[in-house]
């Protein structure tokens, strides 16, 4: 999203990097700072985040723990109220507990998905653009495949089939998460390594890994950072969507898609157990796709105002 | 063009068939035995090999997907291990519903988004476009069972407006393609903001504005159709999206596509239709790119196949 200070530099230069903002990656959090709809993002997980780490001391119930007079005297999950801020669920559970601990749920499969993902889309991505060749071209064309895949779906079976536990549901979405990183990757390694400071420094007798590690790498750093952040949205998008349909993380640990899929045979008559935990995920989601698309704004000015 | 259109047909073929193979692989290995599924707790262990040798269970994996390929070649998808029907049949009878969906998904989400992509271009740096930019952010951060139980809450429950989910009328279509469009709007308003601005940018535009134009006849007549193409070629690679929405979306809405067909196969391990599922649906996604890259050139000429 452009500013209209930038927009104006944007018609002048076909640049989006306006007069007076210091070089790309120098004071990127300044930077995110100065963004109102950033410092959202920001919030909300900071929120997110000690909401999780501090789960324990933040309520005074347990997540587990079915309380006596958590439901009605018919039976019926309590609204929110001054005791239970956000009710109670089926079982008479403290729904705000629960959406606490189920917090760290989402985080823990957001960073570890996500960042398997990431190591497999870059090693991916930067062995086939940089070793183009056979082994590029097979890389690239299992990456193809990949993309036909219908992912939910393969995620679906996989997660069905093996019994999921927290671990097992995040190694299936990485596996069907790594695929778009690693055509941006590849598409990146492959134009870097045609340039000629790589031809130069090759022909000074530099080594692969020297190359690799010190100038292919640090270039991709930003595009990293970006599709890393952006990609954790769509892992916990993905969690919540697994575990909703019960193939995900499996009650009685919380997590906000499984705390719908238990109530949802009652959300006619107690819709405030989709709707907290629904907007929690929203929340969680958006916050990083905010802060992702802020980077890329920041990181990549060429890529301003596009997708 | 013609050679190109070959060569990616090819390319193609060879895709699904490395999808079918790594599906097939996957069931394959994977601890679920579709057997004990057919033959129920009590079965004797007899019982259990008779059936694992009835459909061809206890052969080899070459020999076993050498048979599939070769049923699939002749059309023939195999039989459901448990519906005791053609999956061919049990997919065909889904997919009407399924496409119905996918039509619904695609007028809203290029009403919705290419609404607000307009307006927010129009608008731009304005506090209208930062809204709606936000709102496609909502959009595509939505999770999509959340977007479908809202909306049934509001509009079935509360205000009966819309059936409460099932298949049949106009009517059950609205609230499930709405859910499953509001991703694509999401994306499509960032497109079309993103095509309307560049566009404006030109010269033509300028041209037209010099030569005393009004600037609904500039911008209807001569920015929107020139903006609006790029973003609708995208709706090809929508198939992907949509393939992976529609099990959640018909889930929540009782709607009898193929995502419910392989949602309850799943739960049983009814492998077949599984695999005929992920095909079809990889087959579409694969169709769905190729006409975007194929309808790409004529919308826009300076872009060449190669």
Redesign the interface.
Request: net charge negative.
């Given at each position: 999203?452009?500013?209209?200070s930038q927009?104006s530099a944007v018609?002048a230069t076909g640049d989006a990097i306006s007069p007076g903002t210091p070089p790309a990656r120098r004071g990127v959090v300044s930077r995110l700072l100065r963004r109102p709809?950033a410092i959202l993002g920001i919030a909300i997980i900071l929120i997110t985040v000690g909401g999780a780490i501090f789960a324990p001391y933040l309520t005074a119930y347990s997540p587990d723990e079915q309380m006596f007079d958590g439901l009605s005297l018919e039976g019926a999950p309590m609204p929110p109220g001054e005791k239970f801020l956000l009710g109670t669920d089926l079982l008479g559970r403290d729904l705000l507990t629960r959406i606490l601990f189920g917090a760290r749920t989402s985080l823990i499969i957001g960073i570890v998905a996500n960042g398997i993902a990431l190591v497999i889309g870059t090693l991916v991505g930067v062995t086939a653009g940089f070793y183009r060749g056979w082994i590029g071209t097979i890389l690239m064309r299992?990456t193809?495949?990949m993309?036909?895949?219908?992912?939910?779906?393969?995620a679906?079976?996989?997660a069905?089939?093996?019994s999921p536990s927290l671990w097992i549901v995040a190694m299936v979405i990485a596996l069907v998460n790594w695929v778009q990183t690693a055509r941006v990757i590849y598409t990146e390694t492959s134009s870097l390594s045609r340039r000629e400071f790589i031809e130069a420094e090759r022909s000074m007798g530099a080594g692969t890994p020297r190359i690799l590690f010190r100038h292919i790498l640090p270039h991709l750093l930003p595009t990293i950072i970006v599709w890393g952040t952006l990609g954790i949205?769509t892992t916990v998008?993905l969690e919540?969507?697994l575990s909703?349909?019960g193939?995900g993380v499996q009650p009685p640990t919380p997590s906000w898609?499984n705390i719908?899929f238990e109530n949802?045979t009652y959300?006619?008559a107690a819709?405030w157990l989709?709707?907290f935990p629904?907007a929690a995920?929203?929340a969680l989601?958006?916050a990083f796709?905010?802060v992702g698309?802020a980077l890329r704004d920041i990181l990549d000015p060429t890529q301003t105002?596009?997708? | 063009m013609l050679a190109y259109v070959a060569r990616r047909l090819v390319q193609s073929l060879l895709i699904l068939l490395g999808v079918s193979l790594i599906t097939f692989a996957l069931l394959y290995v994977l601890p679920a035995d579709p057997v004990r599924q057919i033959a129920g707790r009590s079965a004797t262990p007899q019982t259990v090999e008779n059936i694992r040798h009835q459909l061809g269970l206890d052969q080899p994996f070459i020999v076993q997907y050498g048979r599939y390929l070769l049923g699939l070649v002749q059309g023939d998808f195999g039989r459901s291990y448990l519906q005791r029907t053609e999956v061919g049949e049990l997919i065909a009878a889904r997919l009407p519903a399924s496409l119905e969906l996918m039509v619904g998904a695609i007028v809203c989400e290029l009403i919705l988004g290419l609404t607000m992509g307009l307006v927010a271009a129009l608008k731009r740096g304005t506090a209208t476009d930062q809204a709606l930019m936000v709102g496609s952010f909502v959009g595509v951060s939505a999770p999509q069972f959340v977007v479908g139980l809202l909306l049934l809450y509001v509009f079935a429950v509360r205000l009966s407006w819309f059936p409460i989910g099932g298949y049949g009328s106009f009517s059950h279509l609205v609230l499930p393609s709405l859910t499953l469009g509001i991703l694509g709007a999401g994306w499509y308003s960032r497109m079309m903001r993103s095509s309307m601005v560049d566009v404006l940018r030109q010269d033509f535009i300028r041209t037209a504005r010099a030569k005393g134009l009004r600037r609904s006849a500039v911008i209807f007549g001569h920015a929107l159709p020139n903006a609006v193409l790029p973003v609708i070629a995208m709706i090809g690679i929508d198939i992907g999206m949509f393939m992976s929405g529609i099990v959640v979306v018909e889930s929540v809405f009782g709607w009898p596509g193929i995502g419910q067909l392989a949602w309850q196969a799943i739960q049983r391990v009814d492998i077949p239709i599984i695999m005929g599922v992920t095909l079809v649906s990889a087959c579409a996604i694969v169709l769905g790119n190729l006409l975007a890259d194929l309808v790409t050139p004529f919308i826009d000429p300076r872009i060449k196949l190669q």
């Open positions: 999203m452009s500013t209209p927009t018609i709809l299992f193809d495949l993309m036909a895949f219908p992912a939910l779906l393969l679906i079976c996989l069905a089939i093996l949205s998008l919540a969507t909703y349909l193939v898609g719908i949802q959300f006619q819709p989709v709707f629904g995920i929203l989601a958006l796709n905010l698309d105002g596009r997708m | -």
